[in-house]
């Protein structure tokens, strides 16, 4: 399932980048969300404490895809190990949908306008 | 048969024939026009009874999300987390069973189900485990819930209202 839920972190990393896929925040804390177009599909990526957590859900809310990777599970792994990659993927997704989701490049450019002003 | 062998009718037998010719085209028109008539009507009529249907489906979901919102507001998240469930499934048979007046809402609706999967398997880790960040959070995503579902319900009601009024 590692191979499956990198597959689909490093497309939905790339369409981010693009533009293409937008995130919003969900419930928990570190949690965002994003439903492809025509509803049928949603993914959910959080970190949480040290855990990072990939999620696929059909349109009936199902769990098809649930992978959740700690820290301890990467630690004493061979450098080029998949756990560490997908690890590393997932914070870097949840790092970008958060960034999207809170629109953080936009906000930080008005802070800095709003303390020019002061 | 009697005008097309001879067009032009000559006496009142043949009159007669041609009227009542005439008379039994009009009718069977007037009765196709009238089965028409009725069969839109039905048409028209169970529209309306499914229109009705989803708009008293649509009141009760708005009535469970409401809950829900007065339960979080109250900090009662056991019983939060029991209308959330109730609140998945109800949503869930709903838009199967309205999916062709629901379908222009279709994705907001899918979105507003992730998000209710997101908070019962969020309240299940109880309510001790929620930050305030989590609190306030789940306050502004049950308050959206509630207003997408009034949202559809009140436009169902006055759907329903225009066409009485313009019957």
């Given at each position: 399932m590692s191979e499956k839920s990198q597959s689909f972190v490093d497309q939905?990393?790339?369409?981010?980048?693009?533009g293409k896929i937008s995130w919003t925040t969900a419930f928990e804390d570190g949690q965002f969300k994003t439903v492809l177009p025509?509803?049928?599909?949603?993914?959910?990526?959080?970190?949480k404490g040290d855990a990072r957590r990939i999620l696929m859900l059909d349109e009936r809310q199902e769990a098809v895809l649930d992978e959740t990777i700690t820290k301890a599970e990467t630690e004493g792994e061979p450098e080029h190990h998949?756990?560490?990659?997908?690890?590393?993927?997932?914070?870097?997704?949840?790092?970008?949908?958060?960034?999207?989701?809170?629109?953080?490049?936009?906000?930080?450019?008005?802070?800095?306008?709003?303390?020019?002003?002061i | 048969m009697i005008l097309i062998e001879n067009p032009i009718p000559r006496d009142w037998f043949d009159w007669s024939n041609a009227s009542v010719g005439i008379v039994g085209l009009a009718l069977t028109l007037w009765a196709v026009w009238?089965?028409?008539?009725a069969k839109d009507a039905a048409q028209l009529a169970g529209t309306r009874i499914?229109?009705?249907?989803?708009?008293?489906?649509?009141?009760?979901?708005?009535?469970?999300?409401?809950?829900?919102?007065?339960?979080?507001?109250?900090d009662r998240m056991s019983e939060a987390r029991l209308r959330t469930t109730d609140l998945r499934s109800e949503?869930?048979?709903?838009?199967?069973?309205?999916?062709?007046?629901?379908?222009?809402?279709?994705?907001?609706?899918q979105e507003k189900q992730i998000d209710l999967k997101l908070?019962?398997?969020?309240?299940?880790?109880?309510?001790?485990?929620?930050?305030?960040?989590?609190?306030?959070?789940?306050?502004?995503?049950?308050?959206?819930?509630?207003?997408?579902?009034?949202?559809?319900?009140?436009?169902?009601?006055?759907?329903?209202?225009k066409e009485v009024s313009n019957v």
């Open positions: 939905l990393l790339e369409k981010t980048r693009e025509g509803g049928q599909l949603a993914f959910v990526v959080q970190v998949p756990k560490i990659k997908l690890y590393a993927g997932i914070g870097e997704l949840q790092d970008l949908a958060r960034s999207q989701a809170l629109q953080v490049n936009v906000k930080l450019v008005q802070a800095e306008q709003l303390l020019n002003l | 009238q089965a028409k008539g499914r229109q009705h249907n989803a708009e008293v489906d649509f009141s009760a979901l708005a009535r469970i999300a409401r809950e829900l919102h007065g339960y979080v507001e109250d949503l869930a048979t709903a838009m199967r069973n309205h999916a062709q007046f629901v379908a222009h809402e279709a994705g907001r609706l908070i019962t398997e969020g309240l299940n880790g109880g309510p001790g485990s929620l930050s305030s960040t989590e609190r306030i959070r789940l306050l502004r995503i049950t308050g959206e819930i509630l207003e997408a579902l009034a949202g559809l319900s009140g436009q169902f009601r006055s759907q329903a209202d």
